[in-house]
């Protein structure tokens, strides 16, 4: 069956200080993957999403980018986190309409 | 591009009463309808889907959902709640690229 892993759960950070975030799914091949941000109080933007191996879509400007080294991980960064950067960060992927989540990060800008 | 309103905030139901949340959705064609719930601190859990065919979908944990395409709508339900219903829900919607647009979340709580 297929799983995914997104790590750190929770992250404290000061500003202006760099971001890696990991997700890596296990159990399918090829999927389409997907960084979404959920703001407090607020619904889920999706941020990127990618069909492939260094295929990335922004969806938003932001100060955050996306990369797909292998065919099952793809990584959220930022070389400089800002305060508006804090959120809770979803990754996702499909194989079809349907998308399976993992369990997220809190990452807190302070 | 496709969207979708949840226009309650927040609904407070009695533990075995009746819940309905609301989910309007705006796209050209039939679209892919979703309904996830969220725990606090937790990622999102598919509740059920509708792609096609019968227009009653069951999903998990006793919810079921209706398509109706006249009103734009696919409202969740669930004859009795349990406290343990208690989370976040949205409503989704998917095109034909597979990328996924939520509303902004029903929260229900869930009172003894």
């Known amino acids: 069956s297929q799983t995914i892993h997104q790590w750190p759960a929770t992250l404290v950070q000061p500003v202006g200080s760099p971001l890696s975030l990991e997700c890596t799914v296990e159990?399918?091949?090829?999927?389409?993957l997907y960084w979404y941000r959920q703001a407090a109080g607020r619904g889920l933007q999706l941020l990127f999403y990618s069909v492939g191996i260094g295929q990335i879509s922004s969806e938003v400007p932001q100060n955050l980018s996306a990369s797909r080294p292998q065919d099952r991980q793809f990584i959220l960064s930022s070389k400089k986190l800002l305060l508006s950067d804090s959120g809770f960060y979803l990754c996702?992927?499909?194989?079809?309409?349907?998308?399976?989540f993992g369990q997220g990060t809190r990452l807190t800008v302070v | 591009a496709q969207s979708v309103t949840q226009p309650d905030i927040h609904i407070t139901v009695s533990e075995g009463a009746s819940l309905e949340l609301r989910c309007n959705y705006s796209?050209?064609?039939?679209?892919?309808l979703f309904w996830y719930v969220q725990s606090p601190g937790q990622g999102l859990q598919l509740l059920l889907k509708y792609f096609s065919g019968d227009t009653l979908v069951q999903g998990i944990k006793g919810f079921e959902a209706e398509f109706k395409r006249s009103q734009s709508s696919f409202n969740l339900r669930k004859p009795s709640v349990h406290w343990s219903d208690a989370a976040e829900y949205f409503c989704a919607v998917g095109a034909v690229d597979y990328k996924l647009s939520f509303g902004a979340g029903t929260t229900v709580t869930v009172r003894a």
């Open positions: 996702a992927w499909s194989a079809g309409p349907e998308a399976f």
């Open positions: 796209y050209g064609a039939t679209p892919y």
């Open positions: 159990g399918t091949s090829n999927p389409n």
